[in-house]
């Protein structure tokens, strides 16, 4: 069976995979920072569902606005580069309170930028192959969780979590600037 992915696939698969590779790093000892900061395990699940609503409620806000954009590319790098500030952000965290806002930014680029991203993709997939070539998203989702959790864990155990912020944020940053500086005839 021959695989076949565009330039322009190649390129999103790369790029939100460095953004669910930063996610993944956290996901598995999100709790363990909550206690850091003096939260318990119902401060974290209030923290998830911060970050739940306002991503969910975001969505269909910003999938709408996707549609009236041309360049739907940019709302993808805004997305990105607000998710970069929210984990860099992780590094001020003093309080329980602080997550809960930070949580709120980071649901707000995720939801900003995944309407605008599914549509990207969709554009580039071919009609023929695109159960496979969708495979390939759910897939690369898969393995980047697996990839970011033992990359967070490694670094928390011997780095701290301030070393994991730091390489999430910039994670999300390349991919940002990537995407921005890229030519737009590519995507």
Same mark, same amino acid.
């Given at each position: @069976?021959? &695989? %076949?992915?565009?330039?322009?696939?190649? &390129?999103?698969?790369?790029?939100?995979?460095?953004?669910?590779?930063?996610?993944?790093?956290?996901? $598995?000892?999100?709790?363990?920072?909550?206690?850091?900061?003096?939260?318990?395990?119902?401060?974290?699940?209030?923290?998830?569902?911060?970050?739940?609503? /306002?991503? #969910? +409620? @975001?969505?269909?806000? /910003?999938?709408?606005?996707?549609?009236?954009?041309?360049?739907?590319?940019?709302?993808?790098?805004?997305?990105?580069?607000? @998710?970069?500030?929210?984990?860099?952000?992780? &590094?001020?965290?003093?309080?329980?309170? %602080?997550?809960?806002?930070? !949580?709120?930014?980071? #649901?707000?680029?995720?939801?900003?930028?995944? $309407?605008?991203?599914?549509?990207?993709? /969709? !554009? %580039?997939?071919?009609?023929?192959?695109? #159960?496979?070539?969708?495979?390939?998203?759910?897939? *690369?989702?898969?393995? +980047? *969780? +697996?990839?970011?959790?033992?990359?967070?864990?490694?670094? +928390?155990?011997?780095?701290?979590?301030? *070393? *994991?912020?730091?390489?999430?944020?910039?994670?999300?940053?390349?991919?940002?600037?990537?995407?921005?500086?890229? $030519?737009?005839?590519?995507?």
């Amino acid at each position: @069976m021959k &695989i %076949h992915l565009n330039t322009a696939l190649r &390129i999103l698969l790369a790029t939100n995979g460095l953004i669910l590779v930063s996610g993944a790093m956290f996901g $598995p000892i999100y709790a363990l920072f909550v206690e850091k900061i003096g939260g318990d395990l119902l401060d974290a699940s209030y923290a998830y569902a911060a970050f739940s609503v /306002s991503a #969910g +409620t @975001m969505a269909i806000i /910003s999938g709408k606005f996707a549609d009236r954009i041309k360049e739907k590319e940019l709302v993808v790098v805004f997305g990105y580069a607000l @998710m970069a500030i929210g984990f860099f952000s992780y &590094i001020f965290v003093q309080s329980v309170w %602080h997550l809960l806002i930070i !949580q709120v930014l980071i #649901g707000l680029g995720e939801a900003i930028y995944s $309407p605008a991203f599914d549509a990207v993709y /969709s !554009q %580039h997939i071919a009609k023929s192959s695109s #159960g496979l070539q969708w495979s390939f998203w759910e897939a *690369m989702n898969y393995f +980047t *969780m +697996t990839v970011g959790a033992l990359i967070g864990g490694y670094l +928390t155990t011997y780095f701290g979590f301030n *070393m *994991m912020f730091v390489l999430m944020a910039s994670l999300c940053l390349i991919s940002a600037l990537y995407i921005l500086f890229l $030519p737009r005839k590519v995507l």
